[in-house]
């Protein structure tokens, strides 16, 4: 609570500042305040709306990207098995982490070079990549071994991709509670599913 999202001047978003953070770049004209809490900063010297959605003044040529973490992987598949569709969580419905595995699609036993042809595309990637992993409940993963999804037959829900750009603002956002002063600056499916 209190975070403040920072938009470019274009008003896409790029990443979730402390309020501390905002409030600096505030005082130095840095950003312009869109949207504000129901609150204010008071300290010795001021008092101000507390931020909620702050915009660059001057465009700056950052796209927002997200990286290939373990992390990234398991919220661009929404912390779903996607061999069994399973998504542990706690009872308050916050994922549980540590239950779910990065699956190579195609195993990496498989790789020449480091690199790995996709069946589904032809695509040839680095066994690595985005395309190649998937989030993956253990018992699926042990299950499947060093086989494709076909040889196990165990279809995918659906074929890993590099995240699109409003995946790229989902997965930055995963972490944070999504406050409703926000919503109206990021794609809807971002938080509706959160
Ligand atoms: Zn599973």
């Given at each position: 609570m209190n975070n403040v999202l920072?938009?470019?001047?274009?008003?896409?978003?790029?990443?979730v500042l402390s309020w501390e953070?905002a409030t600096?770049?505030v005082?130095?004209?840095?950003?312009?305040v869109v949207a504000d809490y129901a609150r204010q900063i008071r300290?010795?010297?001021?008092v101000m709306p507390w931020p909620a959605v702050v915009?660059?003044?001057?465009?700056?040529?950052?796209?927002?990207?997200?990286?290939?973490?373990?992390?990234?992987?398991?919220?661009?598949?929404?912390?779903?098995?996607?061999?069994?569709?399973?998504?542990?969580?706690?009872?308050?419905?916050?994922?549980?982490?540590?239950?779910?595995?990065?699956?190579?699609?195609?195993?990496?036993?498989?790789?020449?070079?480091?690199?790995?042809?996709?069946?589904?595309?032809?695509?040839?990637?680095?066994?690595?990549?985005?395309?190649?992993?998937?989030?993956?409940?253990?018992?699926?993963?042990?299950?499947?071994?060093?086989?494709?999804?076909?040889?196990?037959?165990?279809?995918?829900?659906?074929?890993?991709?590099?995240?699109?750009?409003?995946?790229?603002?989902?997965?930055?956002?995963?972490?944070f509670r999504i406050p409703k002063e926000w919503r109206p600056f990021?794609?809807?499916?971002?938080?509706?599913?959160?």
């Amino acid at each position: 609570m209190n975070n403040v999202l920072l938009l470019n001047a274009d008003w896409s978003p790029m990443q979730v500042l402390s309020w501390e953070r905002a409030t600096g770049l505030v005082l130095d004209e840095k950003v312009s305040v869109v949207a504000d809490y129901a609150r204010q900063i008071r300290s010795p010297s001021f008092v101000m709306p507390w931020p909620a959605v702050v915009t660059l003044k001057r465009y700056v040529r950052i796209k927002l990207s997200v990286g290939m973490t373990r992390r990234n992987v398991l919220a661009r598949d929404r912390f779903t098995c996607q061999y069994c569709s399973m998504r542990p969580c706690t009872a308050r419905g916050r994922p549980l982490l540590e239950l779910l595995t990065i699956d190579h699609v195609v195993p990496r036993s498989r790789a020449v070079q480091g690199r790995v042809v996709l069946p589904w595309t032809g695509m040839r990637v680095g066994v690595g990549a985005w395309e190649n992993l998937v989030a993956s409940c253990i018992r699926c993963n042990q299950r499947k071994g060093a086989r494709t999804p076909r040889q196990a037959g165990m279809p995918l829900a659906r074929y890993p991709t590099t995240p699109s750009y409003t995946m790229m603002i989902a997965i930055a956002l995963a972490e944070f509670r999504i406050p409703k002063e926000w919503r109206p600056f990021i794609p809807e499916e971002t938080w509706r599913r959160l």
